[in-house]
């Protein structure tokens, strides 16, 4: 068993990469903090942005024994970087939500895993479908209609669930993969989220699903934290028997598979507590999983939560209600085309992420001299878009593509407009906003949230919150730590960075906010929109 160490390994295997931090609990100290972008590290698996090209843009999968390969390499490194892993004292993580994985067997054999081979060669034997769709995926408007017709109506899974029937979720595309290849459901003995999988990897033996992730299925019914036998029979038949049952966030799932104390040096018997989505473990990730704090993180897609005393559902359809792994729900609203957009912009006018900042700070001024952008390079989720919709608005330069500063900011102040819209629903007043993510780094995207949100944006001092949240849980759940201890130790706000809004721009806003509002409806009723 491991020592009275206080070190908990946090890890988020998240769409382009997987990432760890250890932490030491007792210290304060963030000890390690290592990831391996898939499309760099593993290119075999010609997944660049770490999903598969696929001719429908609508269908978005992944091979999860990339995400397992990762894992491998991952842990390697840590040990490589001098990380003595003997002294974890507890695990958990993060996957990005909603994606799933299908196993014909379950973990049974992992106990005869060895550690002289890749542990992807033995994991493979283990799926039924190869590939996983994760939640870019927006490919099941059928599925989804059809599952809110046979329980009674969006407003029913909404009750039920938290969230309306939504593409992405993992319910619908339970429905598509029975509907498409009924053989390969039909000896389907378990499905995960990567959230479940990734743990049942760690531990050896198949993992339970949490609240937060599992109320991102269309499944799990909120008021009861179990899954909803009508929505259940709404999906795919038999499904009830291929769901283990949901688990709490605090969960230990099981030790260490022997695989990984043999080959990595663990000690044997460290906990693994139950993972979680991305999006709730980086609520625990930035000290926001008590009510109060909004947060804005940017990342492969962008998203808005809160934690929520009571469940407030979005009467407009796109808000979630998940289950928050500190206790009670949190709110959150996702956008797909967050960073892939900023990096379309940057790779058609040839820019770097400084000459970004630069557009925004000093080369355009706030309303972008009326140009507007809808950038909706790929399917959106909020607002609904079921295919690419892409429009420039304003000057000549700008619409013909010769205007790059303005290109720059108008990518962000489109994206910060739709996230002020579509979060009215969470009902906070935000006078400041916690940020996180990759592009929480880029002063001229601060600039911008700063001044369309009216509020005070600040960066924490770690920027990797997801897999933060997973250091942060293991050490509450399997190390007695308390929360507030945690957040004030790890989550500290890095004021340094801190961005006050311009209460100048304040009208600017309001104004661009209406006219904003009225082209993303225009678009949304479009079924003639192109890319
Ligand atoms: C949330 C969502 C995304 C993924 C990204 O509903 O779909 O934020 O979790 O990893």
Redesign the pocket.
Known sequence: MASASQRFLGLDS??QSLSAIVIDAQTGEVVANHGVAYGARLPAYGSPHGFLPNPDPRVVHSDPLMWVEALDLLLGELREQGVDLSRVAGISGAG???GSVYLGKSFDKAGTWSAARPLRDQVAPLLSRRTSPI?MDASTSAECAEIAAAVGGDARVTALSGSRAIE?FTGPQIRKFWKQQPADYERTAEIHLVSSFMASVLAGRSAGIDPGDGA?MDLLELGTGTWSQALLDATAPGLAGKLRPPVPASTVVGEIAPYFVEKYGFSPGTPVVAFT???PSSLVGMGAALPGKVVVSL???D?IFAAMAAPRVDPRGYG?VFGNPAGGFMA?V?FANGSLAREEITRRFGLTWDDFARAILTQTKPGNGGNMLLPFFAPEITPRLTRPAVQWLGSDAFVAGKDAAGAARAVVEAQALSMRLHAAFIGETIDTLLVTGGASRNPGILRVLADVFQARIVPLAVANSSALGGALRAAAAVGGADWQGLFSRFCAPDVAHAVDPDLATQSVYAELGREFEGRVDAAVASTFVKG
């Open positions: 998240s769409t990005q939500q909603h939640w992405r991102g989505g991305d999006n990342g492969t897609s998203t979630h959150l996702c």
